[in-house]
């Protein structure tokens, strides 16, 4: 062959191998258009149908709380529950009319002005406390699920008391605020989680009836002081609570109407978190009220405060002190806004009967209205004297608690 033939077929070659690369070129380059296109298509594609999708509001969450007042047991109390046959003590007789409005609540708290020292301190009633663990068993078997154990009775044994009564309520099954074992159980913020609801319990007493906390064991009962109560406050908040329930021992005993500081206090609690307060120490009903209170940074909150219960179980015989009131709380979580409803707070009128001394099962507690209710259809077991006694204390109950709130 020519050089010259060689040198035309060398141009053809090269000429068709740029050729072929120029359209591989060229077809990658469309590809990739083509597929970013796509790409970019799907991915908008996929960001509108991300963008469309429905906004889901968390439901409602409503739950029952049920309160009752100062769980105390003087020396008649505890004898007349005493069975000689088996030497055990049975307090359940005394709450069987009562039991099924304790025990309706989705969580139900109380106070408890005794200690559960144990048998071998020698059990006694006033003026310093120590009862027969089975009064816990009993108002745990009714539906009790937390105790409030700041009082001015918690140190009524001492440091052996305080320490003894929260080890027999733990094996009881009742969780307890207020009184503790140590520093870090004190900092250790009772939290309940109620039907999707979160609750922090906290409590308070003014004093222990001038008998001294032991130096370095302050952590022993949780006093009323402004610090301490914010710091517990800020611990409780930590734990993001839905809902913020303190308890406080304090006012005048046996007057039915709150005084300044407790109001003030009130006013504190609720301004720095506290959502509802449950009193006692009065051995009479107080007030209760719900209101609307706006914060420092402007927002609004709904918050509940009765002032004082009255004795739910004991032997004093003052007046007004055997009657008492099973309060009915229905609290809602907004779902769309998280804010707090206390949509409902009704009360069950509750008075404590005295058989008589020499009588089994001495005191009782009466439903008041079922058991007027049914002495005035005929059908009634009770005296036409406990009737009249019964309407009295239920005027009573009425006009210091106030109408139901709906």
Same mark, same amino acid.
């Given at each position: 062959?020519?050089?010259?033939?060689?040198?035309?077929?060398?141009?053809?070659?090269?000429?068709?191998?740029?050729?072929?690369?120029?359209?591989?070129?060229?077809?990658?380059?469309?590809?990739?258009?083509?597929?970013?296109?796509?790409?970019?298509?799907?991915?908008?594609?996929?960001?509108?149908?991300?963008?469309?999708?429905?906004?889901?509001?968390?439901?409602?969450?409503?739950?029952?709380?049920?309160?009752?007042?100062?769980?105390?047991?003087?020396?008649?109390?505890?004898?007349?529950?005493?069975?000689?046959?088996?030497?055990?003590?049975?307090?359940?007789?005394?709450?069987?009319?009562?039991?099924?409005?304790?025990?309706?609540?989705?969580?139900?708290? $109380?106070?408890?002005?005794?200690?559960?020292?144990?048998?071998?301190?020698?059990?006694?009633?006033?003026?310093?406390?120590?009862?027969?663990?089975?009064?816990?068993?009993?108002?745990?078997?009714?539906?009790?699920?937390?105790?409030?154990?700041?009082?001015?009775?918690?140190?009524?044994?001492?440091?052996?008391?305080?320490?003894?009564?929260?080890?027999?309520?733990?094996?009881? $099954?009742?969780?307890?605020?207020?009184?503790?074992?140590?520093?870090?159980?004190?900092?250790?913020?009772?939290?309940?989680?109620?039907?999707?609801?979160?609750?922090?319990?906290?409590?308070?007493?003014?004093?222990?009836?001038?008998?001294?906390?032991?130096?370095?064991?302050?952590?022993?009962?949780?006093?009323?002081?402004?610090?301490?109560?914010?710091?517990?406050?800020?611990?409780?908040?930590?734990?993001?609570?839905?809902?913020?329930?303190?308890?406080?021992?304090?006012?005048?005993?046996?007057?039915?109407?709150?005084?300044?500081?407790?109001?003030?206090?009130?006013?504190?609690?609720?301004?720095? $978190?506290?959502?509802?307060?449950?009193?006692?120490?009065?051995?009479?009903?107080?007030?209760?009220?719900?209101?609307?209170?706006?914060?420092?940074?402007?927002?609004?909150?709904?918050?509940?405060?009765?002032?004082?219960?009255?004795?739910?179980?004991?032997?004093?015989?003052?007046?007004?002190?055997?009657?008492?009131?099973?309060?009915?709380?229905?609290?809602?979580?907004?779902?769309?806004?998280?804010?707090?409803?206390?949509?409902?707070?009704?009360?069950?009128?509750?008075?404590?009967?005295?058989?008589?001394?020499?009588?089994?099962?001495?005191?009782?507690?009466?439903?008041?209205?079922?058991?007027?209710?049914?002495?005035?259809?005929?059908?009634?077991?009770?005296?036409?004297?406990?009737?009249?006694?019964?309407?009295?204390?239920?005027?009573?109950?009425?006009?210091?608690?106030?109408?139901?709130?709906?």
């Amino acid at each position: 062959m020519s050089k010259k033939r060689r040198r035309i077929n060398y141009f053809k070659l090269v000429t068709t191998s740029t050729i072929l690369i120029a359209i591989i070129v060229l077809a990658v380059m469309g590809i990739k258009k083509i597929t970013t296109k796509i790409s970019n298509n799907t991915e908008n594609s996929r960001t509108s149908e991300r963008n469309e999708q429905p906004v889901v509001i968390p439901e409602d969450k409503t739950i029952n709380l049920v309160a009752i007042g100062d769980i105390m047991c003087h020396n008649t109390n505890y004898q007349t529950a005493y069975d000689a046959n088996t030497k055990t003590y049975d307090f359940s007789p005394a709450f069987v009319n009562v039991a099924k409005h304790v025990e309706k609540g989705d969580i139900t708290i $109380g106070n408890l002005e005794t200690t559960f020292t144990g048998k071998e301190v020698g059990y006694s009633g006033y003026p310093t406390f120590n009862t027969p663990e089975e009064l816990g068993v009993a108002i745990k078997n009714i539906g009790v699920d937390i105790v409030s154990t700041a009082n001015n009775h918690c140190m009524d044994k001492g440091s052996k008391g305080v320490i003894n009564t929260l080890d027999n309520l733990d094996k009881i $099954g009742i969780s307890h605020t207020g009184t503790s074992r140590s520093k870090e159980e004190q900092d250790t913020i009772l939290i309940k989680e109620v039907k999707g609801m979160k609750i922090a319990f906290l409590s308070f007493t003014y004093g222990t009836n001038g008998i001294n906390i032991p130096s370095g064991k302050e952590y022993l009962v949780n006093l009323i002081n402004k610090d301490f109560m914010l710091e517990q406050i800020e611990l409780a908040k930590k734990q993001n609570p839905d809902i913020i329930c303190a308890s406080m021992h304090w006012g005048i005993e046996y007057a039915q109407k709150q005084n300044k500081e407790q109001e003030q206090l009130a006013d504190l609690l609720f301004k720095n $978190g506290v959502d509802i307060i449950i009193g006692n120490h009065a051995h009479v009903i107080e007030p209760m009220e719900k209101r609307t209170i706006t914060l420092d940074d402007g927002t609004q909150k709904e918050v509940f405060v009765v002032y004082a219960l009255g004795n739910f179980i004991s032997a004093q015989n003052k007046e007004h002190t055997k009657s008492t009131a099973i309060l009915d709380m229905n609290i809602t979580k907004k779902g769309e806004t998280g804010k707090l409803s206390i949509d409902s707070v009704d009360y069950t009128p509750v008075y404590c009967y005295d058989r008589g001394s020499g009588t089994k099962n001495r005191y009782v507690l009466l439903d008041v209205r079922q058991e007027m209710q049914d002495f005035e259809a005929g059908k009634g077991n009770i005296s036409q004297s406990l009737y009249n006694t019964l309407k009295k204390e239920l005027a009573n109950t009425e006009k210091v608690l106030g109408e139901p709130i709906k």
